[in-house]
């Protein structure tokens, strides 16, 4: 059974710091792209980054880059979101979402049940 087990979210203030963790376990791992999907209150989904199965290339949604750092540590089933310089407008629930290839490209089979962030003063 595929599990995807966020941690690390909270309160932070504008500014502040986070890093996201999410445990992968039921699947190999390092087969995988991987993804982070947040949702704000009362809005859609938003795609945040993907990272490939090995790690090799990343992307990222525009307002992000060079605030928020995706990573992954394969002998570790772990992803990662390292986020700096948070923003009111970066609170939303967020999502580890497992894709169905090696890929970013591949679709989002399986999600986490996401961990709540707050940024807030």
Do not use: H
Request: charged fraction near 20%; proline fraction near 2%; hydrophobic fraction near 35%.
């Amino acid at each position: 059974e595929v599990q995807l087990v966020e941690s690390g979210g909270g309160l932070v203030q504008p500014g502040g710091s986070l890093r996201l963790s999410c445990a992968a376990s039921g699947f190999r791992f390092d087969d995988y792209a991987m993804s982070w999907v947040r949702q704000a209150p009362g809005k859609g989904l938003e795609w945040v980054s993907s990272i490939t199965w090995n790690g090799g290339s990343t992307d990222y949604v525009e307002s992000m880059k060079g605030r928020f750092t995706i990573s992954r540590d394969n002998a570790k089933n772990t992803l990662y979101l390292q986020m700096n310089s948070l923003k009111s407008e970066d609170t939303a629930v967020y999502y580890c979402v497992k894709r169905s290839g090696y890929y970013s490209y591949f679709g989002m089979d399986y999600w986490g049940k996401g961990t709540l962030v707050i940024v807030s003063s």
